[in-house]
């Protein structure tokens, strides 16, 4: 049986990074072996660049920023497959989905967004944090970095249900992440725990 991918979208302020470690913690309680990868991964090289610019140190041309994101997920593909293919269940802290979105939103053509990332591996599972502009200011608002905006991420949530909108149902969950921890973890796990260890056979290829 190979592992799982699974992938968490979503907006900021929606507590993914919180529900990701709580994943990765209930996965191997339960025995499955678990990765967990996050992009942008700002450790390699592309990544500095991909850092600096969010933290508005460097001036990029959309389209330059947007093939840098997807360069940072080719560059990890390998990688990904092969652990997938040794049986080891992958939780990928956004993906693909926000490359389209967050470029799709400042203005690039969605299909334009799209193509570079066409034949990276596809989740099995996709779950969308969705949480709306006004509990995200209850929250504290949006941080320092480049695309924490309103009106920027309000666009973005549009993209995102454009996007899911494409999948059957089953391979991408919306989960409202407005409710406690508590709460958004048990919905997390309850679609999971429909999948993992469930998926076998070659890893799909993403919008071919
Ligand atoms: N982001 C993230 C993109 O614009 N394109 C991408 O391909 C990815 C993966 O980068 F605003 C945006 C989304 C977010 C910012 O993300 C940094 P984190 O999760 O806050 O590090």
């Known amino acids: 049986m ?3 991918f699974i992938v968490i979208e979503g907006l900021d302020r929606s507590g993914k990074t919180t529900q990701v470690s709580t994943l990765q ?37 959309d389209r330059a920023i947007h093939l ?14 092969r652990l997938l293919e040794q049986g080891t269940t992958i939780v990928c802290d956004r993906y693909a989905f926000s490359g389209v979105a967050f470029s799709a939103a400042k203005g690039l053509p969605l299909e334009w967004c799209r193509s570079p990332d066409a034949g990276l591996p596809a989740p099995d599972l996709t779950i969308f944090f969705d949480i709306s502009p006004e509990t995200a200011r209850e929250r504290g ?16 949530r549009g993209l995102f249900g454009v996007l899911g909108a494409e999948f059957e149902s089953g391979k991408w969950v919306t989960v409202d992440a407005g409710r406690s921890r508590e709460e958004v973890a048990e919905d997390v ?16 290829r993403l919008w071919i």
């Open 2 to 4: 190979r592992g799982t």
């Open 25 to 61: 913690t209930w996965l191997e309680s339960s025995g499955t072996p678990v990765k967990l990868f996050k992009f942008p991964d700002r450790t390699t090289a592309i990544g500095q660049m991909i850092d600096s610019y969010l933290r508005s140190q460097s001036e990029l041309d």
């Open 68 to 81: 840098l994101f997807t360069a940072n997920r080719w560059e990890l593909a390998t990688s990904i497959e």
């Open 141 to 156: 608002g949006y941080g320092e970095e480049r695309y924490e905006k309103e009106e920027l991420q309000k666009r973005v």
């Open 189 to 204: 796990w309850r679609h999971v725990s429909k999948v993992v260890g469930k998926v076998d056979g070659p890893v799909a």
